[in-house]
């Protein structure tokens, strides 16, 4: 690698942004992943320009299937390289790349935050309507990944942001139709948030298909107040167990823990 200088930006830069990205696939295939970042780190550093998405996907991809997955490793690059994006396409595709990694190894809440600063920054969008009689979640041109870690914060916003005004609304998911899926009419989004909807939230939220509209699905507000109930009892509970801990530190331990774990549910779970 070298400094680029003005003449030979544009056609040299391109080419050498395709033998970093062959070179970052080669390192990450011989377990070589901190090779492949110091290459763009420097790359970075020497050249001052963007690395190609396609060698930061290989290598979020390579950390996240670690022995032990280098979620901060994701996170801290990810930061980086947004933070000097040289346009929103390209702040856009770093966030899925990196949140995509951290879906995939099931580092879920790293995801989910990672998603927040993306939103934060303007780099992801948040389409989240509150209408009438419902509130709407529109999933239109998201990655199973960033679908995942949207509908989760969303929920948790809602939560948060309940109130007795707000509690007969039910919430519409919409997913689309999978027109423009690989097998055409076979949706990808709906089945995956129908699937975390039953796994990953406790009690379980059930959801269904929309009438007349296949392209989305419904939750009633009796399923989200369950849902609500359940977290806010959950909630309590462990607040007053910590004021105990405070006097009796020791004998609470064990009772926080498994507190702790009802609150979460399994480690998917909300």
Same mark, same amino acid.
């Given at each position: 690698?070298?400094?680029?200088?003005?003449?030979?930006?544009?056609?040299?830069?391109?080419?050498?942004?395709?033998?970093?990205?062959?070179?970052?696939?080669?390192?990450?295939?011989?377990?070589?992943?901190?090779?492949?970042?110091?290459?763009?780190?420097?790359?970075?550093?020497?050249?001052? =320009?963007?690395?190609?998405?396609?060698?930061?996907?290989?290598?979020?991809?390579? #950390?996240?299937?670690?022995?032990?997955?280098?979620?901060?490793?994701?996170?801290?690059?990810?930061?980086?390289?947004?933070?000097?994006?040289?346009?929103?396409?390209?702040?856009?595709?770093?966030?899925?790349?990196?949140?995509?990694?951290?879906?995939?190894?099931?580092?879920?809440?790293?995801?989910?935050?990672?998603?927040?600063?993306?939103?934060?920054?303007?780099?992801?969008?948040?389409?989240?309507?509150?209408?009438?009689?419902? &509130?709407?979640?529109?999933?239109?041109? =998201?990655?199973?990944?960033?679908?995942?870690?949207?509908?989760?914060?969303?929920?948790?916003?809602?939560?948060?942001?309940?109130?007795?005004?707000?509690?007969?609304?039910?919430?519409?998911?919409?997913?689309?139709?999978? &027109?423009?899926?690989?097998?055409?009419?076979?949706? &990808?989004?709906?089945?995956?948030?129908?699937?975390?909807?039953?796994?990953?939230?406790?009690?379980? &939220?059930?959801?269904?298909? #929309?009438?007349?509209?296949?392209?989305?699905?419904?939750?009633?507000?009796?399923?989200?107040?369950?849902?609500?109930?359940?977290?806010?009892?959950?909630?309590?509970?462990?607040?007053?167990?910590?004021?105990?801990?405070?006097?009796?530190?020791?004998?609470?331990?064990?009772?926080?823990?498994?507190?702790?774990?009802?609150?979460?549910?399994?480690?998917?779970?909300?």
């Amino acid at each position: 690698t070298y400094i680029l200088t003005d003449e030979y930006k544009g056609y040299e830069s391109e080419r050498l942004g395709e033998v970093l990205t062959m070179t970052v696939k080669r390192l990450c295939k011989e377990f070589q992943s901190a090779w492949a970042l110091r290459s763009l780190v420097d790359w970075m550093e020497w050249n001052e =320009m963007n690395p190609p998405i396609g060698a930061l996907a290989t290598l979020f991809n390579a #950390l996240s299937k670690s022995n032990v997955p280098q979620c901060t490793e994701i996170i801290s690059l990810c930061h980086t390289v947004s933070s000097a994006a040289s346009s929103e396409e390209y702040s856009y595709a770093v966030y899925t790349s990196a949140i995509t990694a951290l879906y995939n190894c099931g580092a879920y809440d790293d995801a989910d935050e990672l998603f927040l600063v993306g939103v934060g920054t303007g780099a992801l969008k948040w389409p989240l309507l509150s209408k009438s009689s419902y &509130i709407q979640l529109d999933l239109h041109g =998201m990655s199973s990944a960033i679908a995942h870690s949207f509908v989760r914060c969303a929920l948790k916003s809602i939560l948060e942001d309940r109130t007795a005004n707000t509690s007969d609304l039910h919430i519409v998911i919409v997913t689309g139709r999978g &027109i423009h899926s690989k097998r055409k009419y076979r949706p &990808i989004l709906r089945p995956e948030v129908q699937r975390m909807l039953l796994e990953e939230f406790y009690p379980p &939220i059930n959801s269904s298909t #929309l009438r007349k509209n296949m392209g989305a699905i419904r939750i009633d507000s009796a399923d989200v107040n369950a849902w609500y109930d359940n977290q806010h009892k959950q909630i309590k509970k462990r607040m007053l167990i910590l004021a105990d801990i405070l006097k009796s530190p020791i004998k609470r331990l064990v009772l926080l823990k498994d507190v702790t774990k009802d609150l979460k549910g399994p480690s998917t779970r909300n």
